[in-house]
Each structure stands twice: as structure tokens, then as C-alpha cells.
């Protein structure tokens, strides 16, 4: 395969988080390594709250939330919980990491801004609707979408606002930032392009229903799903159609990309491979249930959660390995050099080597 188009490099801690988990392989800012099956759990700990969003990892802390409102910080050396903060709301957004703040939103429109080593507040910003979007980052701007059909652009050092922007519907898709452009979807149909200094749209593309998928994006092409049942490739610059996937129900994974195959899950319970150039279907698996949770791409292997985490080889789509904890999963594991963390329905959090 040729060299890998729009990803993005390990984080550091000063890096830019400018889409869902960080890159356009969902790796929540790891470096890519070989996802082996795992063979025993190193610590496993009981949260006391279902676990529906991805957890992310930064400098050796596990930062997990739970649907009952509270972000636990667990030392992964320790597998022992270092801080927690609770809010009076539910999460449903994934955290992001940007030097040394951890961000995520709630059910009330509350966008909290936390010290990641010690749990304090920041700072907090408020929509006028729930926050299930990933904040992303770009050039010292935390840009997020909410119910309330408007996206947000404040300061990532104070909070301060910079922009609002309304749109015509319901804002569940995470933004893909670049220094010129801003992509995401909306659930009145359309897939937005929009100046990320003023949130002024520079085109549109409808589709045939409501858009809760979170784009990807190589060199030039925005990729993206949507509840009409099609898996979308639309040129970066101008929004035109390149090619459409059909699949047997709706699509609200996010996709992953790495070299020219892009990888999503559906509704009709299968994870499917497509060439990128072409919209080729390379490969697709049944996993047995709704599928939601986007996939991460390592060294050659997609992972995918869907009742338990699933291996796939990207070019073949042959099974490499599937593994099971003792709860149901639909979240995103983390995967490092030595293992993966796995976060249950059931608020349990395994690290698995």
C-alpha cells in the first residue's frame, strides 16, 4: 500500500486534537502499534457507572467517563483511580487532550476545561442544548457542535468565546478541523464546510437523512456516514459527490482511515472496508449486533468493539482475533506497546496485555 493520506502523527503534549480521538486512525493520540490478541487482564476496576463514550490516555492516566456524570482519572501502573469529578449531569461526549487539559461535554451544554493531573476546574462554557460531541482542538480554539442546531468556538485557555455559528439541526457529529476548514454533519442532512475562524459555511452537501457519524478526512476527500444507509466520499474543497456505499441500515460510526482504505461500522451489524480512490468494497464482517462505535486502526489491524473487541486484518478482513470481558461493550479501546484498555456497559475498566 502507498504511504498512509491524513494521518496524523503521536501526540505530544502540546499537539492539536483536531478531530474524534485525536487522528484519522482513532487512536486517541497513541503511537500506531501491532494490536495483539490480549491473554490476561493486568488490573481490572469496577467504576459504578455504565461507560458509553471512549476513554483516552495521557500521561499515564486513563481518563474514562461515565454515562452517570462523573471523569475518572485511573493511574494505569496502578489501575487505582487518582481523581474523579463529578458534575449533576450525563456524559455522553468523549474527552479530548491538549497540554495539560482534559475537555468533554454534557447532557446540560456544559463544556468543562480540567486540569488533567490534578481534576480542578479550569473553566466551563454552556450551549443551549446537550454536548455529545468530542471537543476538538485547533490552534488554541476548542471547537464543539450541541443539540441546541449551533457550534461553539472558545479560547482553549480561558473558555472565552470566540464565535457562534446556527445551523438547521442537531449537532452530534465530532468536527474535523484543519487550519482553513471545518467539517462535520448535521442531522438536518447536510455535511457543513465551514470557516474555522468564523464559522461562515463555504458549502453544503445534503444527503438523505440525519448525520451523527463524525468525519474523516484525507488529502482531499471528507468521509463520513449517514442514517440514509450511505457512506459518503465528498471532495474536500468544493463538496461535490465523489462516490456513495450503500450498506442495509443507517451508519453512525465514525470512519477510520489509514493508507487508502477507509473502515466503519453499521447499524446492519457489519464493519465494512472500502477502497478510498474508488468506493470498492474491499471486505466487510458480520459482528452479530448494531455496530456504533468507530474502529481504530493498528499496524495493519482493526479493532472494533460491538458486544465484545473484534481484529481484523485491513487487507484481507480476516479475523485475527476477537476477545470478551465480563460486560458488554460498545466503546473504542485504547490501545498501547503493551496492551489495551477495555471499558464495559457495566462501568468496568480492564487493561488487557
Excluded at 138 to 148: H, P, Q, R, T, Y
Excluded at 247 to 255: A, E, Q
Excluded at 270 to 295: N, R
Excluded at 299 to 317: E, K, L, P
Aim: with cysteine; glycine share 12%; charged share 20%.
Amino acid at each position: 500500500m502507498s504511504q498512509v493520506r491524513g494521518n496524523t502523527p503521536p501526540i505530544d503534549a502540546g499537539s492539536d486534537w483536531p478531530t474524534l480521538l485525536q487522528s484519522n486512525q482513532r487512536t486517541g493520540g497513541q503511537e500506531v502499534v501491532a494490536a495483539s490478541s490480549p491473554k490476561r487482564a493486568r488490573w481490572q476496576i469496577r467504576l459504578g457507572g455504565s461507560i458509553r463514550s471512549a476513554s483516552v490516555l495521557g500521561n499515564g492516566l486513563l481518563f474514562v467517563p461515565t454515562v452517570a456524570g462523573t471523569l475518572f482519572a485511573i493511574d494505569t501502573a496502578k489501575g487505582r483511580t487518582k481523581w474523579k469529578f463529578q458534575i449533576a449531569d450525563q456524559i455522553h461526549s468523549t474527552p479530548s487532550v491538549w497540554k495539560n487539559l482534559i475537555l468533554f461535554g454534557s447532557d446540560s451544554g456544559k463544556v468543562y476545561a480540567l486540569d488533567s493531573d490534578s481534576g480542578s476546574k479550569v473553566w466551563e462554557v454552556s450551549a443551549r442544548g446537550e454536548v455529545w460531541t468530542s471537543p476538538v482542538v485547533k490552534d488554541g480554539v476548542v471547537l464543539f457542535g450541541s443539540a441546541d442546531a449551533r457550534l461553539y468556538a472558545v479560547d482553549a485557555e480561558t473558555g472565552r468565546q470566540r464565535w457562534v455559528q446556527e445551523f438547521g439541526g442537531r449537532i452530534y457529529s465530532t468536527p474535523y478541523a484543519t487550519p482553513d476548514r471545518l467539517y462535520f454533519g448535521c442531522s438536518d442532512t447536510n455535511v457543513y464546510c465551514v470557516d474555522p475562524g468564523s464559522g461562515k459555511v463555504l458549502w453544503h452537501t445534503p444527503t438523505g437523512n440525519g448525520i451523527d457519524s463524525s468525519p474523516a478526512l484525507t488529502l482531499d476527500t471528507v468521509l463520513i456516514g449517514s442514517e440514509d444507509f450511505f457512506f459518503y466520499a465528498l471532495d474536500a474543497t468544493t463538496g461535490a459527490v465523489r462516490w456513495k456505499y450503500e450498506t442495509g441500515l443507517g451508519i453512525v460510526s465514525s470512519p477510520a482511515v489509514s493508507d487508502e482504505v477507509v473502515v466503519f461500522g453499521g447499524k446492519d451489524g457489519y464493519v465494512y472496508a472500502l477502497e478510498i480512490g474508488t468506493g470498492k468494497l474491499m471486505w466487510k464482517a458480520h459482528l452479530g449486533g448494531v455496530v456504533t462505535a468507530p474502529p481504530v486502526i493498528a499496524d495493519g489491524v482493526v479493532c472494533i468493539q460491538a458486544g465484545g473487541t473484534f481484529a481484523f486484518d485491513i487487507s484481507s478482513g480476516k479475523e485475527a482475533w476477537r476477545a470478551g470481558v465480563g460486560g458488554a461493550v460498545q466503546s473504542v479501546p485504547v490501545l498501547t506497546k503493551d496492551g489495551m484498555y477495555v471499558s464495559s456497559l457495566d462501568g468496568e475498566v480492564y487493561a488487557l496485555e
